[in-house]
């Protein structure tokens, strides 16, 4: 018998709208849900992952989730977002980014399990690529009228007033293309939920509305809320962009960062929908966090859980590691453990300055390397100073006027920091 899915997502915070007899249907036998991913990149971003997370409870109560990679809906153009029509990818575009895409996705659901319900990828381009025109608007397009299409929220918006450019028809007609797909799901894989953020009730309901007329049969919807930053900043975007699960997009420790430095409340929330924690560790997480909120319990813990789950141990030890540099005690033997580009990542931002390798091959005295030939402070006169006052550290550690910057310095073979006081960074970087 499978677990109550309904009850968990709801303490959780997960659940915004669900159609009548969802929680009755899904606690009778095992159950098919999807829910459906934009192909547009080779990577997933953390605005996915309440989606992904609602699969993977999905999963673990004992049901069956279906990932859907829109290949064919990722052409057009969603009408309930902000987005442009999007351009048409190429088929081995799309192959490539669905692969990577499932290979994200194994981090979170299992596709490889014996058991009835291990998790299956579908792309919609499979089934849409050969549906003529003709044959769409004779099977599909003349079950819904176009009122029953007007009446959606998200068409209404975009053909207000307010809405500038209107919709073209493309986008007007993306909610038949996707009540197709659940149509399709229901009809091969006997999938009778689809589940979405809570944008995309209208379309869910075209296809529970399809289900009914072409195949006389019975489709469930259940959304979740879109999640938002208690500041009215937008959640998953930093200045760089979007926040990536790909390593080579955003570094383990930027994505580490990223939940570091979310604020007390969003840490409450997100702690509840982005981890796996039990409804009893995370109310002693959030009690503990009150008593002394500047230790940052529930940040860390959150930042833990979810680096280790989209990346590993190892980056997480890394991103521990590389954010101590900066705001606890290390080492220089801490500070050559990081890769170059942890490294600079760590550092971004930091006033840098080059200087040649045959000066380190010759040995850089500290005036040079402070004043002279870098121009980090103002003067040589500052430079001893500041070296007469133990101020200034070379790779984490106190130097003299006497030390003199060598080879054995360098780290990753081609940068040196410099540091005066607590916070002020300079990175020489050596050519």
Not at 172 to 194: A, I, S
Request: aromatic share 10%.
């Amino acid at each position: 018998m499978a677990s109550n899915f309904i009850e968990e997502i709801k303490w959780r915070g997960m659940l915004h709208d669900v159609m009548p007899g969802t929680e009755e249907h899904l606690l009778s036998e095992m159950q098919a849900a999807y829910v459906g991913i934009d192909p547009t990149a080779d990577s997933l971003h953390i605005g996915h992952l309440v989606g992904v997370m609602l699969l993977r409870h999905f999963q673990l109560s004992g049901h069956k989730p279906y990932a859907l990679v829109g290949g064919a809906t990722g052409m057009i153009g969603d009408p309930s977002g902000k987005s442009a029509e999007r351009n048409l990818l190429d088929e081995a575009t799309l192959r490539h980014n669905q692969n990577a895409l499932k290979e994200q996705l194994s981090r979170f659901l299992d596709f490889k399990s014996n058991e009835d319900n291990a998790a299956i990828l579908v792309n919609n381009y499979d089934w849409m690529k050969d549906f003529s025109f003709l044959e769409f608007i004779r099977d599909v397009g003349k079950h819904i009228t176009v009122n029953y299409m007007m009446a959606k929220d998200s068409v209404k918006k975009r053909l207000s007033a307010e809405a500038k450019e209107g919709m073209s028809f493309t986008e007007f007609t993306y909610q038949l293309v996707q009540g197709y797909d659940f149509l399709h799901l229901y009809q091969k894989h006997n999938c009778t939920l689809q589940m979405g953020g809570s944008d995309q009730w209208g379309n869910i309901t075209t296809g529970t509305e399809l289900i009914r007329r072409i195949a006389g049969g019975k489709g469930y919807a259940l959304t979740c809320p879109l999640i938002t930053k208690a500041d009215g900043t937008k959640f998953g975007k930093t200045e760089g962009g979007n926040i990536w699960l790909d390593a080579n997009r955003t570094s383990p420790y930027k994505f580490y960062q990223y939940w570091l430095n979310t604020s007390d409340e969003d840490a409450e929330k997100y702690i509840k929908i982005f981890t796996f924690l039990t409804k009893e560790e995370i109310e002693a997480l959030a009690t503990e966090h009150k008593e002394a909120p500047h230790l940052r319990v529930l940040q860390k813990r959150l930042a833990e859980e979810i680096t280790v789950m989209v990346h590993s141990q190892d980056d997480l030890d890394n991103a521990i590691k590389a954010s101590d540099i900066l705001f606890g005690k290390s080492t220089s033997a801490d500070l050559k453990g990081l890769n170059e580009k942890t490294f600079l990542d760590v550092f971004e931002g930091v006033p840098q300055a080059e200087v040649a390798l045959k000066d380190i091959e010759e040995g850089l005295d500290m005036i040079g390397a402070l004043a002279a030939k870098t121009g980090f402070l103002g003067s040589n006169g500052e430079a001893r100073r500041e070296l007469k006052q133990n101020s200034i550290s070379v790779n984490k550690e106190k130097v003299k006027e006497d030390y003199t910057i060598t080879a054995t310095d360098l780290i990753n073979g081609k940068y040196v920091l410099l540091q005066r006081g607590k916070k002020n960074y300079f990175v020489l970087v050596v050519n």
